[in-house]
């Protein structure tokens, strides 16, 4: 970390989310001895999750409990943390560094930006349904279908596709799984697929959701209440992009959502700028959001050498940082 010209904190890397890709970027960066700051908001996608499953050597942890662990880590390494909200990222245009502007009024620069900012669950707007979201109400079978083995799941439908694909992973759990259709229209082989797994489907649209706390007693169609022990929804994934397309990038639609594009390393279309963990990939779950956002910091290092290296050899003193 070094001072800039006007006097900001200059990092080699800004990592703006600090859940489980951006922690882990921040770790691989660190490891390289690169300056990095990670600023975090505080809302992990997670969170209202009892524990966080199919994680390797931390099954079930609580998911605060792994960001906590991860911080940790990422201290012993030198990571620097600003609990704040990035506002603004751009690139002066006589500027070779980016400008990151905090809601602390803090500003930073950086070589390069890691946008780890995850994704919003656009949940249907259905009585009930935020309320339980995370326990209750629940959307992955991977996350959750075990924790459901043996009872009753109700599927409210958002998208016919999406609601079967749902059912019928949810079906091979639990002891009785219902589609509720909330006014969407299942086609004759998608009918047949429920049916072999002895799915229902119930047409109407859903009223209501009867929650006691955060956990789920029945869905209501047309006044009548059907008992469950868990609603799965599909609710709409949208990466945070806001800072994306201030950076100049173009969030890309996805059947899920919308996401930031990347390559297969985690480079945006926009030069320095990254995207790990959800909001490059809707689907990445807390292993494969770290697994991107290791990739992201290694990319991020050897580009950042190679950068170096060209400046020096281009004779362009004050550019190179740490080869001289
Ligand atoms: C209810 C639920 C349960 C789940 N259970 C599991 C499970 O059991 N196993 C599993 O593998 N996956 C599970 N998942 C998926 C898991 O939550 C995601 O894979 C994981 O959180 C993605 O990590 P991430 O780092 O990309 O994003 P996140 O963990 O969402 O972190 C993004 C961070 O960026 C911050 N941020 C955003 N914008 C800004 C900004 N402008 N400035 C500063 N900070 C910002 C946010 O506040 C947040 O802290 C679950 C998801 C949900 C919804």
């Known amino acids: 970390m070094s001072k800039h010209g006007n006097e900001q904190t200059a990092y080699d890397a800004v990592i703006i989310g600090g859940g489980p890709a951006g922690l882990s970027a921040a770790v691989a960066l660190a490891r390289s001895l690169r300056s990095v700051l990670v600023v975090d908001a505080g809302a992990q996608r997670n969170l209202p999750a009892a524990g966080a499953h199919n994680l390797l050597g931390r099954e079930g942890i609580a998911p605060a409990d792994l960001i906590r662990d991860g911080r940790a880590e990422a201290l012993t390494y030198g990571v620097e943390f600003a609990d704040a909200t990035v506002r603004d990222a751009r690139r002066e245009p006589d500027d070779h560094d ?50 459901v083995r043996g009872r009753r799941v109700g599927v409210i439908a958002s998208s016919a596709p999406q609601a079967t694909h749902q059912a019928l992973l949810f079906a091979r759990l639990a002891k009785e799984t219902a589609v509720f259709a909330n006014g969407i229209e299942f086609d004759d082989d998608q009918r047949a697929d429920l049916g072999v797994m002895g799915v229902a489907v119930i047409d109407g ?36 992009t806001e800072l994306y397309e201030r950076l100049g990038g173009r969030p890309e639609d996805h ?21 790990a963990g959800n909001a490059g990939d809707l689907a990445a779950m807390v292993a494969t959001a770290a697994g991107t956002g290791v990739m992201v910091g290694a990319m991020i290092t050897a580009d950042l050498l190679a950068e170096d290296v060209r400046a020096v050899r281009g004779g362009i003193s004050g550019l190179a940082r740490g080869v001289e």
């Not at 899920?256 to 990254?274: E, K, N, R, S």
């Open 255 to 275: 059947p899920m959502g919308v996401l930031i594009p990347t390559d297969q390393y985690g480079a945006t279309p926009v030069a320095g700028v990254w995207a």
């Open 98 to 147: 980016f400008v990151v502007d905090l809601d602390s009024e803090q500003t930073v620069t950086a070589r390069r930006i890691v946008l780890a900012t995850g994704l919003v669950d656009v949940l249907p707007d259905i009585d009930g349904v935020s309320q339980a979201w995370g326990h209750g109400v629940l959307h992955c079978p991977f996350c959750h279908g075990y924790e």
């Open 205 to 240: 649209v859903v009223e209501r959701v009867d929650v006691d706390g955060r956990d789920t007693r029945a869905i209501r169609v047309a006044g009548a209440p059907y008992d469950v022990d868990a609603v799965v929804v599909g609710p709409r994934m949208t990466a945070r």
